[in-house]
């Protein structure tokens, strides 16, 4: 099946932080609309895709994108607008191959993202098929495939995403003991809320990270877990049965590259260190996934890391791997980290997300499709993660519009997939 774009339009808008951030809309030649928002990140990897901006500090404090904005209008219109389209695959293509650099310097990231997924928006309309649908076409899935996610809820920020002395960057429940999405969320929901009345209690401000979790001021991140611990009790929920514990350590933000040290626990550690300590919080919670435990490009680290705790705990490669084929293949080739974090705008396209989680799967590896801390209301990533049936997402906490979004378009799948007599699994990775 072939589409025609018929008009493609993009503007500048705020994301959840307020900066700016792209909007696109494209219209195909039935009539059929699509409209995406790209998303920010602020513990950024060095290798994700350019996310372009304007540099121009006398607006938006050099933030703007309006050069993404005039790219969008202006160069990547004249090269798919009346031209027939077979796939996601063939306009990814030709807006990559006309931007011709490794990290889409020339046209941005975040233009050629937002097309893509204005795109994907627009064709399920088309077909009158959800998003979740179509994705999961594009993958190689089968109906029988498609699941709703377990949520890695982030309840407590620390790291870039709050200023409270914290270095692991969040604190995560993951409610995997249930039969439903629903019931999960809900599990996560009431947890959220004990924590809060616990915070208020000890004196501890209930004030929110970017991403939604609770940022109190405080250094122990052994502390910071026995909180979360002591809500999930409270929530009248078994730990580890039926809620487990996640972290997002996002340990580039504090390694030191010249000395190759690790600032933790007001300390120095090196990579031996911090693996030891991984494995001791391990042994001591019910700690089911660590996200970046170490620095971006320490390769032999992160194969350390992986031999001692990776038979037993799920190590998501997030900087390491930024969402690309080439840095997940070098991971498999020297058996390191055993999943990997999936967000759309660290590589840039629809298509390119779809062959790195596709090769995830075909090596054994897990995919949790994630938000980022600048954020909006577009729903996208809740449609991937049921699509590509990987079982896990991250999308924030219980509060926050942008982050509950995530989470209503869940329930809304899942009811209507239960009314229409489909049957959408629900995945259960631990």
């Known amino acids: 099946m072939k589409y025609r774009i018929s008009h493609l339009h993009s503007r500048e808008v705020l994301d959840s932080r307020g900066n700016p951030t792209i909007e696109v809309e494209l219209q195909l030649s039935d009539g059929s609309k ?96 959800p998003l979740y649908q179509l994705i999961g076409e594009w993958m190689g899935r089968s109906a029988a495939e498609f699941k709703l996610p377990v949520p890695l809820m982030n309840i407590l920020n620390g790291g870039v995403h709050a200023d409270n002395g914290l270095a692991i960057q969040e604190f995560m429940v993951v409610p995997h003991g249930f039969e439903t999405f629903s019931r999960s969320l809900r599990a996560g929901a009431e947890i959220f809320h004990h924590l809060k009345k616990i915070l208020h209690k000890k004196g501890l401000s209930t004030g929110v990270g970017d991403e939604g979790g609770f940022a109190p001021a405080m250094t122990s991140n052994e502390k910071a877990l026995d909180l979360i611990c002591e809500a999930i009790q409270a929530a009248g929920y078994t730990l580890g049965k039926q809620v487990a514990l996640a972290l997002d350590v996002a340990a580039s933000s504090f390694f030191d590259t010249e000395s190759k040290v690790y600032s933790m626990a007001g300390e120095k550690w090196d990579r031996n260190r911090m693996v030891d300590y991984y494995a001791s919080l391990i042994g001591k919670y019910p700690i089911v996934s660590i996200e970046d435990g170490l620095e971006e490009d320490d390769w032999s680290g992160w194969a350390a890391l992986t031999q001692k705790v990776g038979a037993r705990t799920q190590l998501v490669g997030d900087d390491l791997f930024v969402t690309q084929v080439a840095r997940l293949q070098k991971g498999i080739d020297q058996s390191t980290a055993n999943a990997i974090l999936i967000k759309v705008n660290q590589v840039g396209s629809v298509s390119e997300t779809i062959h790195t989680m596709n090769l995830a799967r075909e090596k054994g590896y897990a995919c949790v499709v994630s938000h980022r801390s600048g954020e909006s209301e577009d729903v996208t990533i809740a449609h991937l993660a049921v699509g590509s049936g990987c079982g896990q997402i991250k999308t924030g906490s219980a509060s926050r519009s942008e982050r509950i979004a995530k989470y209503n378009e869940l329930l809304r799948i899942e009811e209507r997939a239960l009314a229409a007599g489909h049957k959408i699994g629900y995945a259960k990775p631990w």
């Open 34 to 129: 699509g409209s995406a928002i790209v998303p920010s990140g602020a513990s950024t990897g060095i290798h994700e895709a350019l996310e372009l901006r304007d540099g121009d500090a006398s607006r938006y404090l050099g933030k703007g994108v309006l050069k993404a904005v005039e790219i969008v209008q202006k160069q990547i219109a004249p090269l798919v607008v009346e031209k027939e389209i077979s796939s996601i695959e063939s306009l990814d293509r030709w807006m990559l191959e006309a931007d011709g650099t490794h990290q889409k310097s020339k046209f941005g990231g975040n233009a050629i993202l937002g097309v893509s997924l204005a795109f994907s928006h627009a064709v399920a309309a088309s077909r009158k098929i």
